[in-house]
């Protein structure tokens, strides 16, 4: 099987950079034929809201990038990873109108959230779902704090719902999680047009040994993901326990300063996968106090691959991962007293270190294997293409109709 991948980079590496990228070993590794078409964000910085606006809603350059690999390379499946803001939608009706099957995978929920992680001053807010343009978030400034900026990303959604992009261009949509998929199809998405897959572990370090005295953070070093929640849980707890922290991300310069403050604190920086496992291997338990819906974090997945239990926010699609007094400690999120008292748990606990980390492994070999998610993949990509066979018979036999008239709706937009 022939498949493209796009994948619009962010700035700081993150958890969707390394989905797009194990997802494409994994597909070459199974004797596909992969190509990837990289966008990113260098010079974003210099442009207005208006201008990263109409790029983000329609783009002719990505149209034409996509085109123009299409005509070259004919594949079957086109696997849209992240569009906004350089790449945008265009790279869908590029793909559509080549008679690709086009899959679009949701890492976030940009879709109907202008800020992509349905999240306002510190909770979830649903306020944008189920809106056709989500005028809320330009009210709020959700986007870059905002509101012109945002309203550049909200014209984006509004114009795309209107055009019915997502029910007639994308063949198929791939959530991270049943919790994600539900949220998408409050938010107008056919049910029948989106599947779940989870992320998986490309290469399966082994069990650690959970011999520790500390615990572990990795990720974005970022307000959703909690940081706030975990330094003030770990002013109640002291020097009762040690905290190790991998990441980076706008709030770092808080954690460096916190771990110069506090002996028990240590601040690693961003480090390579290897040294990451070596620490999660050895941590009594994963850390992820996320504020926000997450798709489904990494480092979830990575610390039941080592049998390492997590103590996680009680909050999107975590307590579909990580059961509670099974494979870890589901908290309240935002809850910091509650935080410090499962983290004391989890330092102080030897069940959590033979039962707990004999579920966790069990948990990661059900599910989140390499090789259970390429079968998942290629039934996905197999329905996608059977999807996309009958809208071009429907086109073929009323060309009046459905995607064809889409595809000038679109190209309108363009001209």
């Known amino acids: 099987m022939r498949i493209l991948t796009i994948h619009n980079s962010y700035q700081t590496r993150g958890g969707e950079d390394e989905s797009c990228d194990a997802e494409n070993s994994l597909l070459a590794e199974m004797g596909h034929e992969v190509r990837r078409l990289s966008f990113d964000n260098t010079g974003i910085g210099g442009l207005s809201a208006i201008t990263i606006g109409i790029r983000a809603t329609w783009s002719q350059t990505s149209y034409s990038r996509v085109h123009h690999e299409l005509n ?64 809320p978030g330009v009210i709020h400034g959700c986007y870059r704090s905002s509101r012109s900026a945002t309203a550049a990303v909200a014209t984006m959604c509004g114009v795309h719902n209107a055009l019915g992009t997502w029910r007639r261009v994308v063949s198929l949509f791939v959530a991270l999680s049943e919790f994600a998929r539900n949220k998408f199809i409050e938010g107008g998405i056919p049910a029948d047009r989106i599947v779940v897959k989870p992320h998986f572990v490309p290469e399966d370090p082994g069990v650690g040994v959970g011999d520790g005295d500390y615990v572990l953070f990795v990720g974005r070093l970022s307000a959703e993901k909690g940081v ?89 699609s975590m307590p579909e991962v990580v059961t509670d007094r099974v494979t870890g400690w589901l908290v309240p999120p935002g809850d910091a007293t509650a935080l410090a008292r499962r983290i004391r748990e989890a330092l102080a606990s030897e069940e959590s270190q033979t039962t707990m980390r004999a579920a966790a492994r069990a948990a990661f070999e059900s599910r989140y294997t390499k090789e259970r998610n390429g079968e998942l993949l290629m039934e996905i990509y197999q329905r996608a293409i059977a999807q996309a066979a009958r809208v071009n018979c429907a086109d073929a036999a009323n060309p009046h109709a459905g995607t064809t008239r889409n595809l000038r709706s679109a190209r309108d937009l363009r001209s």
């Open 228 to 316: 706030a929640v975990l330094l003030e849980a770990w002013r109640q707890i002291g020097d009762a326990g040690k905290l190790v922290v991998i990441g980076d991300g706008p709030l770092a310069g808080l954690v460096r300063e916190e771990a110069l403050r506090v002996g028990s604190i240590t601040y690693l920086g961003r480090r390579p996968l290897p040294d990451v496992y070596h620490f999660m291997g050895r941590a009594r338990a994963l850390v992820c106090p996320s504020i926000c819906y997450e798709g489904l974090p990494r480092g979830i997945i990575e610390a039941l691959c080592r049998g390492t239990p997590v103590v996680a926010s009680g909050l999107g």
């Open 72 to 135: 070259d390379w004919r594949p079957h499946i086109v696997n849209v990873h992240n569009f906004f803001p350089m790449a945008s939608p265009s790279v869908h009706y590029a793909a559509a109108r080549a008679g690709a099957a086009v899959v679009q995978t949701l890492h976030n929920y940009r879709l109907m959230c202008p800020g992509a992680l349905l999240l306002r001053d510190g909770q979830a807010c649903e306020a944008c779902l189920g809106k056709r343009i989500p005028w």
